[in-house]
Nanobody, 123 residues
Framework: QVQLVESGGGVVQAGGSLRLSCAAS????????MGWFRQAPGKEREFVAA????????YYADSVKDRFTISGHNAKNTVYLQMNSLKPEDTAVYYC????????????????WGQGTQVTVSS
C-alpha cells in the first residue's frame, strides 16, 4: 500500500513559479515509479511528468517540457514538480500518482493517487 499527499498548490500570476510536493509513505514505496497528472475543469485528466524509482530518468508531456521539472524519489519519500513560466492553461488540479510500471505511469492509469492540489494561474 502506498499513500500519497500533495501540497504546494496555490494562485500565481502568469509567468510565475510554483513547486508542488508529493509526500509518499508505504512499506514498498521505494520500488514504485512516480508521476504528476492534472485535470482542468471540463477536461480529461492528462499526464504531466514522470520519474523512475531511482530518479535517473524523467519524462514530460510536450506541453510542459522545458518549463516543468520533476525531481526527487531515489527511494526517498518526496517527489517534486517545479513549475516555471506558468500559463493560464496550466490551471488545473494536480495529482501525484505511483505505480510499479513506469510505462503505466507514462501512458496508463497508475494504481495509487493522491487527493490533488489546485493550481490557478491568473492572466
Amino acid at each position: 500500500q502506498v499513500q500519497l499527499v500533495e501540497s504546494g498548490g496555490g494562485v500565481v500570476q502568469a509567468g510565475g513559479s510554483l513547486r508542488l510536493s508529493c509526500a509518499a509513505s508505504g512499506r514498498t514505496f521505494s520500488t514504485y515509479h512516480m508521476g504528476w497528472f492534472r485535470q482542468a475543469p471540463g477536461k480529461e485528466r492528462e499526464f504531466v511528468a514522470a520519474i523512475n524509482w531511482s530518479g535517473s530518468n524523467t519524462y514530460y508531456a510536450d506541453s510542459v517540457k522545458d518549463r516543468f521539472t520533476i525531481s526527487g524519489h531515489n527511494a526517498k519519500n518526496t517527489v517534486y514538480l517545479q513549475m516555471n513560466s506558468l500559463k493560464p492553461e496550466d490551471t488545473a488540479v494536480y495529482y501525484c500518482a505511483a505505480d510499479r510500471s513506469i510505462t503505466v505511469v507514462r501512458t496508463g492509469i497508475p494504481r495509487y493517487w493522491g487527493q490533488g492540489t489546485q493550481v490557478t494561474v491568473s492572466s
